[in-house]
């Protein structure tokens, strides 16, 4: 199977912030890149989430992962082309990498499958790990600290698979990590 299935495209300057939902701040992080005058992209998956809570709730991830992953790929996707045209970096809270990693774990067809064909990111994907002192849980984040981390570990294995390099955030203030992050970018 192809190792690296996406595209070169527009995505050099689309970088990722992934990690441990609920438990890594990449939310938290992404405002304080857009206070920053960056571009950003916010999380399909609260979005998703937010809809199913006020509709019938069937593609919430706790009720049916492959529906809900598949509809997280769907709006990254859309998400993306949004800003296919932006200039300098724009900055995703998890998105399409996150959602096809989600599909493989809950039907098995390789993440690889379902980027085929998307622009590849840039290269480094930064990770907060799992911060058990800032894990929250809430009507849209209902993982809690175990799965997280279980999660956590299988984006790990993932972005090394789809060809990434790994980078991981440090445990400090966001704005120390905003500044460690332009720094890896330099």
Known sequence: MDRHPMTNGH???HVVL???SGGGGTSTLLAELASRGFGTVEEPGRKIVQQELNGAGVALPWV??????RRAIDM?????NRVASSQGWVFFDRGLLDAAIALEHATGLAASVSLSGHAHFH???FLTPP?????QRDSERQQNL???IAEYHRLIEAFDWLGYDLVILPKRKVEARADFILSALA
Do not use: M, N, Y
């Open 11 to 13: 995505g050099g300057q």
């Open 18 to 20: 992934s990690g441990c």
């Open 64 to 69: 049916a992962l492959e529906a809900f992953s």
């Open 76 to 80: 990254a996707t859309g998400d993306r």
């Open 123 to 125: 290269h480094q994907v």
């Open 131 to 135: 911060w058990p002192e800032i894990h």
């Open 146 to 148: 175990k799965d997280g």
